[in-house]
């Protein structure tokens, strides 16, 4: 038990702290530098909605007003079964640059991706979704990092607003990814893309597959086993709010950790160190992830079993442990909490994360096909 104990708690520090630090270190040396320079090659973008009427206006308002070459920028705007006049709205949009593509029933965004692929002509496909506002600047900054040649996907930056204790604690964790972003990119590449905002060459786009969850991983994942790096930019930025409902948080983080599920069961080569160049960094950014919540149950059995047996030392550590969950869950319970305490909102975003994932694998077997996300008007479709 006393191993069991150690050797738990060290892998979950690795995940959360170990590896963000080796990503420092490799970045700072063995650096990997973009050649950027002022680069328009034509863009084709392309936006898969479903039931989206409410958001589409403003959002095609929004892709129009990038600013980029009128004549280098197309919109292609995919409609998932839609039965509430999104369609329509696309079609009779005052504007010569947007092209609809429309399918009767309801496929899955993995699926119109690879359907509307084929019909792309531009130099690079521009990804992104409905609900996210996007700066006027994006498309400039992604194809500046696509200039150089090394790279084949570029992801931007997504911003988070949040008005509540849980919101913010979701954006803090949000934040620490996308300083782990920063640092895999630094040192080589991603191990996945931003879904609201990220741009790949055409002709790099491997066939994306029906039913896959994650096409913000597959995609970029596809492209770096081709021998492309995949970059962040955060020049590129994309703008969203944080839920503040912890029940939708949670819904969504469960079903996006259930596509991660669904990656290695269907691409088993991911967990295979050296079958892919970036099986090391998925190991350390994504896998173990999955795994912490079953760690965390071990150290918390682990202690109490130590701690029955008089060790003052793991009475201690005891306490501490369940002191952290007691403030997850005050958290939780009681958001005006983790509004006032930093302590109380990181522990409960920890928890949540953790709880999801557990619950993640359990979704995943129940119905490994679940690749149709459901929604309402009020609540968060961020990949």
Same mark, same amino acid.
């Given at each position: ?100 593509? =429309?399918? /009767?029933?309801? #496929? ?7 359907? !509307?692929?084929?019909?792309? +002509? *531009? &130099?690079? @496909? ?97 492209? =770096?086993? /081709?021998?492309? #790096? ?7 930025? !994309?703008?969203?709010?944080? +839920? *503040? &409902?912890? @029940? ?111 619950? !993640? ?23």
């Amino acid at each position: 038990m006393n191993i069991a104990f150690w050797l738990a708690l060290g892998v979950v520090a690795f995940t959360y702290l170990g590896y963000p630090a080796a990503m420092a270190l490799l970045a700072r040396l063995r650096p990997r530098p973009l050649r950027m320079s002022a680069h328009m090659p034509s863009i084709d973008v392309l936006l898969v909605v479903h039931n989206g009427a409410q958001q589409l206006p403003a959002k095609l308002a929004n892709l129009l007003a990038l600013d980029y070459p009128p004549e280098l920028l197309r919109i292609n705007v995919v409609c998932d079964g839609c039965d509430d006049g999104t369609e329509a709205i696309a079609r009779q949009y005052p504007s010569d640059r947007i092209r609809v593509f =429309a399918f /009767a029933e309801r #496929r899955g965004k993995s699926a119109c991706i690879g359907s !509307a692929l084929p019909s792309l +002509t *531009a &130099d690079l @496909v521009l990804f992104n979704d409905v609900r996210q506002r996007i700066d006027p600047g994006a498309a400039t900054a992604l194809a500046a990092a696509l200039s150089d040649p090394r790279v084949g996907a570029a992801s931007g930056e997504l911003m988070l607003e949040a008005d509540n204790g849980y919101g913010r604690g979701v954006d803090a964790y949000w934040r620490y990814e996308k300083m782990i972003r920063r640092m895999e990119s630094a040192s080589g590449s991603l191990v996945g893309a931003t879904g609201a905002l990220y741009a790949a060459r055409r002709q790099a786009i491997a066939p994306v597959p029906p039913g896959v969850v994650l096409d913000d991983m597959w995609i970029p994942l596809s492209i =770096a086993e /081709a021998g492309y #790096r995949v970059v962040f930019v955060p020049q590129a930025l !994309a703008y969203d709010r944080a +839920t *503040a &409902d912890a @029940v939708d948080e949670e819904r969504r983080k469960r079903r996006t950790l259930a596509g991660n599920y669904q990656l290695l069961h269907r691409w088993p080569r991911l967990a295979i160190p050296g079958a892919h160049p970036l099986a090391w960094r998925l190991w350390g950014h994504k896998w173990l992830r999955l795994l912490a919540p079953w760690l965390l149950l071990l150290i918390l059995l682990a202690n109490l079993w130590l701690a029955l047996r008089g060790s003052g030392f793991y009475q201690y550590l005891l306490v501490l442990q369940l002191l952290a969950y007691a403030a997850a869950v005050i958290g939780r319970c009681w958001p005006g909490a983790a509004t006032r305490l930093l302590p109380v909102r990181l522990a409960s975003a920890f928890l949540s994360l953790n709880t999801s994932a557990m619950l !993640a694998l359990m979704d995943y077997l129940k119905n490994p096909h679940a690749h149709l996300w459901q929604t309402t008007r009020l609540e968060d479709v961020r990949r």
